[in-house]
């Protein structure tokens, strides 16, 4: 009876074997596929926005009765309340907004906001401004005049004073 194998000298039979038989995996068409991806990037002009003119709801009698006075974006100015003894000094708040020439853009502005005289206080609502269709375009040079107005609701009786508020204008690219 001869010796017994080894178990490694079996192992590394076995090993040399496979590696001469074994045929290698050969790739089917339509197995794989490849196309080339493309990337881009673009830099545009930063926006940037200036206040020109605060939007002025002028100066009023104090009423027996709650009223209101709207500043349209165009200027026009309509409500319930007698400001006929103090005509002029109202207008919309204007706006310069740089950015990417021919760009379109949207606006932002608040809901309402609160102004006050120190003690006593009125809300500014109804903010409304020139866009059309929802945004803006920037013209050929990359600028645009941006108007906007608002409702300021008096209170019967307000207080006496000088009210004044901020309300916040954004502006982003499309």
Do not use: C
């Not at 108007?147 to 609701?153: A, F, H």
Request: no cysteine.
């Amino acid at each position: 009876m001869g010796k017994p194998f080894s178990k490694t000298l079996f192992a590394g039979m076995l090993a040399m074997a496979t590696g001469l038989f074994a045929t290698p995996l050969a790739a089917q068409a339509n197995d794989t596929d490849d196309t080339a991806g493309v990337t881009n990037a673009r830099v545009v002009e930063p926006l940037s926005i200036t206040a020109i003119a605060d939007l002025r709801f002028g100066t009023l009698m104090r009423p027996a009765t709650a009223g209101i006075i709207e500043v349209a974006p165009n200027g026009a100015v309509t409500g319930n309340l007698d400001i006929s003894a103090f005509p002029g000094g109202r207008g919309p708040a204007r706006f310069t907004v740089l950015g990417e020439r021919n760009r379109r853009f949207v606006v932002f502005t608040p809901n309402q906001i609160t102004i006050s005289n120190g003690t006593a206080t009125m809300v500014v609502d109804r903010f409304r401004d020139n866009r059309t269709l929802g945004f803006a375009r920037f013209n050929a040079v990359g600028s645009f005049d941006l108007y906007v107005g608002g409702r300021l609701n008096v209170t019967a009786n307000q207080q006496v004073g000088t009210y004044s508020g901020t309300f916040d204008v954004t502006v982003l690219y499309l």
